[in-house]
């Protein structure tokens, strides 16, 4: 393996710095290469190929994408998925990523001088960017889809339980909060939830697009399951979504409905953190059904058992929306082509283009 030492293209509010790329010769581009270890990197923290996709900033298709096909051109296993344990690095897997951090260590001391001769020669040059939004959102493939492929996006998108998310925004550590919830509620149940961690007079919300979620069920749905009160009868397994996301709270709120206890329910302690980790999870056989969007049942070419349309949008502050950073992100939401992806995606219609608003305005 050789070393290069680059430096970012683009100048921003961030120092410039310099870095280094492995070469794996013909065997990898330098972009896998180091796409995969920054993976294997969050997988070795994380242990959950969901949570650890989102910490190197790609979705879980790309990621698991990425790992199959590096794998098949390096000719050794780099995971193990098991069920109840979640993703874990194989012995050459974990070899990589202690021989990159190993190396990244030593690199430093060395980079270090020329790293400072290299701030001095571009401070006279750089200008400062504009501050980047941050984004905290509940997962949405439309979303995801729109950032990974999309070009000049002004803000930093973090994966984050609609719940977590807006108790992120009351306590100030992000600028913007993705969230839905039910169409079947009210104006005043959407003010009341809303409430538990925002101020009407200061957070302002914005409507963007209705999405169908469902019952996510292998090909021809073979155990003809039209609820999840169903799968318990059945005694079958679901795969389910973590605490904090308001898909969990569907479904425990089906599940009472149904007078079904989580314990009935075989899988219910298994968890991920995103939609299309609960269709990966259904397509590997490693469980019956999951709830989720019928985008991510599709995306695996599963089945798709239609339940509860939902609301999905944002909220922000009244300054935030006002803002420069704000304005330039919700003119990008109102573009083409955030909404033609958005329109060719299975289960979503676009809701009409307005400004931010009160919260009882959110079902309107």
């Known amino acids: 393996m050789s070393a290069s030492a680059t430096t970012p293209r683009h100048l921003g509010a961030s120092p410039p710095r310099l870095r280094w790329a492995w070469d794996f010769g013909p065997l990898l581009q330098d972009v896998d290469t180091s796409r995969l270890l920054a993976l ?20 879980y298709r790309s990621a698991w994408g990425l ?20 993703t874990r690095l194989t012995e050459f897997g974990a070899s990589l990523v202690q021989l990159d951090a190993a190396a990244r260590v030593a690199l430093e001391a060395v980079h270090a001088p020329w790293q400072g001769r290299l701030e001095a020669l571009l401070a006279p040059v750089v200008r400062a960017t504009p501050e980047r939004l941050r984004l905290a959102a509940s997962h949405d493939l439309a979303l995801a889809d729109w950032v ?31 969230f839905h919830v039910p169409e079947t509620w009210s104006a005043a149940q959407v003010a009341s939830w809303l409430g538990r961690w925002l101020k009407p007079g200061l957070h302002v919300c914005l409507p963007l697009m209705r999405r169908c979620q469902g019952l996510i069920v292998a090909s021809g749905n073979p155990h003809r399951l039209q609820t999840l009160a169903d ?35 075989a899988g219910y302690a298994h968890e991920e953190f995103t939609h299309e980790a609960i269709a990966a999870t259904v397509a590997a056989g490693q469980a019956d059904v ?47 082509t955030f909404r033609q992806r958005l329109v060719a995606m299975p289960g979503y219609e676009p809701l009409p283009v307005r400004e931010p608003g009160a919260w009882a305005d959110f079902l309107a």
Not at 51 to 58: D, L, V, Y
Not at 67 to 86: D, T
Not at 310 to 319: P, T
Request: aromatic share 6%; charged share 25%; net charge positive.
């Open 40 to 59: 294997l990197a969050a997988l070795s923290a994380e242990g959950v190929l969901g949570s650890a996709a989102q910490q190197a900033g790609m979705s």
């Open 67 to 86: 790992l199959r096909g590096c794998e098949k051109a390096l000719g050794a296993a780099l995971v193990n998925m098991e069920r109840g344990r979640g």
């Open 148 to 178: 990974e492929h999309g070009r000049r996006i002004t803000f930093d998108l973090f994966w984050r339980g609609s719940e977590e998310g807006l108790a992120s925004l009351g306590r100030d550590e992000c600028d913007v909060t993705g």
């Open 231 to 265: 799968a318990s009868r059945r005694s079958l397994r679901m795969v389910n979504r973590q605490r904090g996301s308001s898909t969990r709270s569907l479904i425990d709120q089906l599940l009472g409905a149904n007078g079904l206890k989580p314990e009935s329910i």
């Open 290 to 336: 999951g709830l989720g969007i019928e985008a991510a049942a599709r995306r695996y070419d599963l089945g798709f058992v239609p339940l509860i349309w939902e609301r999905y949008g944002f909220v922000m502050r009244s300054a935030t929306a006002g803002s420069p950073e704000g304005k330039a992100f919700l003119a990008r939401l109102r573009g083409n």
